[in-house]
């Protein structure tokens, strides 16, 4: 289960993704907060065509419609108010967004055309991944989605699209990247030498006291007055997400506490990398004022990117794999490990010994313990099941590239890396990076293979 890479389609841009052509982020399944702004948002003058969809590209015999490219703008446009960065020139906006579009279209056709598909139990593990990630259950998940704008039905769809492109990406890009050790030396120099934010990445959170467009002196002042008291709490230890649900006016924070994610900081607008420059993790920013309004900023991870740390947070973990084959269905597999756990956890089995007596894979003569593990080294479903369980706690059966898996977390520790981990995890990230340019000239082969008819531009 060594990951391997897994490209995320931008579901939500961030600011730096205004150029459009695939720069991939390799985050495993971890999908934006902002899918439910999926609703078009009428502008001053939204008048005639801009009310009726139409077409305005055809890649290979498929339309993309004027609604298509509308939803992912209001997407885009409510990240950037989010964060507090001014918005380009809708027309280009629209042209990019478009371009996007037409790549995505062309890649998911390539990968119809050579039979990959994402079966209902590959989506329903991946629903519920990014549910967790919002610490709630599907069934609310799925309420706050719809509460925001977008169906249910449509997320799941727009998921299953993102797990193709990620399968058919792993595909044809694995197999090409290499790194070698001479490779590896100057990127570990250059590294060293970094200063600048790209080499810092950053997970942070915030509260929008939003301006209302010609606001006077006084309302100016009264809301800078309110994001003071709110500044206040936060750094007094009240719960950030509980403040961000009370007052922040941010599009979609409700659902996401606020969290805009973890990237490096050159991604994130200046005005926050500069508040948060001198906080540790856990702190809170003064209040700062942007275009959209007033903003809280929240430090929920800071870390170097260049290069890894000198300590990592590590999982022991043990598991039991089944893997689907023509006498043991999914659905089954999944039904046989949740009827271990409830044996499991009613005392009345030990899972080490089941382990032993089913799991289809090398740990099962050591009862399923795979050790210690560094961050990356599993696939993204599985790692993201193991972070979100607490010492003791067993999964629920979880589908991954590999079969069906019962995971239980042993044990959880911060440990420092010996110079030979620390290499590898950087030959990792020199890696990724290359994946990251291969993914580049792949996108673009794929998209000027495409046969592409443009129709009337969109508004």
Same mark, same amino acid.
Do not use: C
């Given at each position: 289960?060594?990951?391997?890479?897994?490209?995320?389609?931008?579901?939500?841009?961030?600011?730096?993704?205004?150029?459009?052509?695939?720069?991939?982020?390799?985050?495993?399944?971890?999908?934006?907060?902002?899918?439910?702004?999926?609703?078009?948002?009428?502008?001053?003058?939204?008048?005639?065509?801009?009310?009726?969809?139409?077409?305005?590209?055809?890649?290979?015999?498929?339309?993309?419609?004027?609604?298509?490219?509308?939803?992912?703008?209001?997407?885009?446009?409510?990240?950037?108010?989010?964060?507090?960065?001014?918005?380009?020139?809708?027309?280009?906006?629209?042209?990019?967004?478009?371009?996007?579009?037409?790549?995505?279209?062309?890649?998911?056709?390539?990968?119809?055309?050579?039979? *990959?598909?994402?079966?209902?139990?590959?989506?329903? $593990?991946?629903?519920?991944?990014?549910?967790?990630?919002?610490?709630?259950?599907?069934?609310?998940?799925?309420?706050?989605?719809?509460?925001?704008?977008?169906?249910?039905?449509?997320?799941?769809?727009? *998921?299953?699209?993102?797990?193709?492109?990620?399968?058919?990406?792993?595909?044809?890009?694995?197999?090409?990247?290499?790194?070698?050790?001479?490779?590896?030396?100057?990127?570990?120099?250059?590294?060293?030498?970094?200063?600048?934010?790209?080499?810092?990445?950053?997970?942070?959170?915030?509260?929008?006291?939003?301006?209302?467009?010609?606001?006077?002196?006084?309302?100016?002042?009264?809301?800078?007055?309110?994001? $003071?008291?709110?500044?206040?709490?936060?750094?007094?230890?009240?719960?950030?997400?509980?403040?961000?649900?009370?007052?922040?006016?941010?599009?979609?924070?409700?659902?996401?506490?606020?969290?805009?994610?973890?990237?490096?900081?050159?991604?994130?607008?200046?005005?926050?990398?500069?508040?948060?420059?001198?906080?540790?993790?856990?702190?809170?920013?003064?209040?700062?004022?942007?275009?959209?309004?007033? #903003?809280?900023?929240?430090?929920?991870?800071?870390?170097?990117?260049?290069?890894?740390?000198? #300590?990592?947070?590590?999982? #022991?973990?043990? #598991?039991?794999?089944?893997?689907?084959?023509?006498?043991?269905?999914?659905?089954?597999?999944?039904?046989?490990?949740?009827?271990?756990?409830?044996?499991?956890?009613?005392?009345?089995?030990?899972?080490?010994?089941?382990?032993?007596?089913?799991?289809?894979?090398?740990?099962?003569?050591?009862?399923?313990?795979?050790?210690?593990?560094?961050?990356? *080294?599993?696939?993204?479903?599985?790692?993201?099941?193991?972070?979100?369980?607490?010492?003791?706690?067993?999964?629920?059966?979880?589908?991954?590239?590999?079969?069906?898996?019962?995971?239980?977390?042993?044990?959880?520790?911060?440990?420092?890396?010996?110079?030979?981990?620390?290499?590898?995890?950087?030959?990792?990230?020199?890696?990724?990076?290359?994946?990251?340019?291969?993914?580049?000239?792949?996108?673009?082969?794929?998209?000027?293979?495409?046969?592409?008819?443009?129709?009337?531009?969109?508004?």
């Amino acid at each position: 289960m060594i990951k391997l890479r897994a490209f995320v389609l931008g579901l939500a841009f961030t600011a730096q993704a205004v150029a459009l052509l695939p720069a991939a982020q390799a985050q495993g399944l971890r999908v934006s907060p902002q899918l439910g702004a999926n609703r078009p948002v009428p502008r001053p003058g939204d008048t005639g065509p801009r009310a009726a969809d139409y077409i305005v590209a055809v890649v290979n015999s498929e339309p993309i419609t004027n609604n298509e490219v509308r939803s992912r703008m209001v997407r885009f446009e409510q990240q950037l108010t989010q964060q507090g960065v001014a918005l380009p020139a809708r027309p280009e906006l629209a042209r990019q967004v478009l371009e996007r579009l037409i790549s995505e279209k062309a890649q998911l056709q390539l990968a119809k055309e050579t039979g *990959l598909k994402i079966d209902d139990a590959m989506l329903d $593990q991946a629903e519920q991944n990014v549910a967790r990630q919002n610490q709630v259950d599907v069934a609310e998940f799925r309420r706050r989605i719809a509460a925001d704008g977008m169906e249910p039905s449509q997320f799941r769809e727009e *998921l299953r699209n993102q797990l193709l492109l990620t399968r058919l990406r792993d595909r044809e890009l694995e197999s090409r990247v290499k790194v070698s050790d001479l490779e590896l030396d100057q990127f570990i120099r250059e590294q060293q030498g970094l200063t600048d934010t790209s080499a810092v990445e950053l997970n942070l959170a915030h509260i929008l006291i939003a301006i209302p467009e010609g606001a006077s002196v006084q309302q100016v002042s009264a809301l800078q007055t309110k994001a $003071q008291r709110v500044q206040e709490r936060a750094a007094a230890g009240e719960d950030f997400s509980k403040l961000v649900r009370e007052f922040s006016e941010a599009p979609g924070a409700a659902a996401t506490g606020g969290v805009v994610g973890l990237r490096t900081a050159d991604r994130y607008p200046p005005l926050f990398v500069e508040a948060t420059q001198s906080l540790r993790e856990g702190g809170v920013s003064k209040v700062v004022r942007s275009g959209a309004g007033f #903003h809280i900023i929240k430090v929920i991870e800071k870390r170097h990117g260049g290069l890894p740390g000198a #300590h990592v947070i590590q999982n #022991h973990a043990r #598991h039991i794999l089944l893997r689907p084959s023509a006498q043991l269905s999914e659905a089954a597999a999944k039904a046989k490990l949740a009827e271990f756990k409830k044996r499991i956890e009613a005392g009345q089995a030990d899972f080490a010994q089941l382990a032993k007596e089913n799991s289809q894979d090398a740990s099962a003569a050591k009862g399923g313990d795979l050790g210690w593990a560094n961050p990356g *080294l599993f696939v993204p479903e599985f790692e993201d099941t193991v972070n979100a369980l607490s010492p003791g706690q067993i999964s629920e059966p979880l589908v991954s590239r590999f079969g069906v898996h019962l995971i239980q977390l042993l044990e959880r520790r911060e440990t420092a890396l010996s110079q030979r981990e620390q290499r590898d995890l950087a030959r990792n990230l020199l890696r990724e990076k290359k994946l990251d340019e291969a993914y580049a000239s792949w996108a673009q082969d794929v998209r000027g293979r495409a046969y592409v008819e443009y129709r009337d531009p969109p508004q």
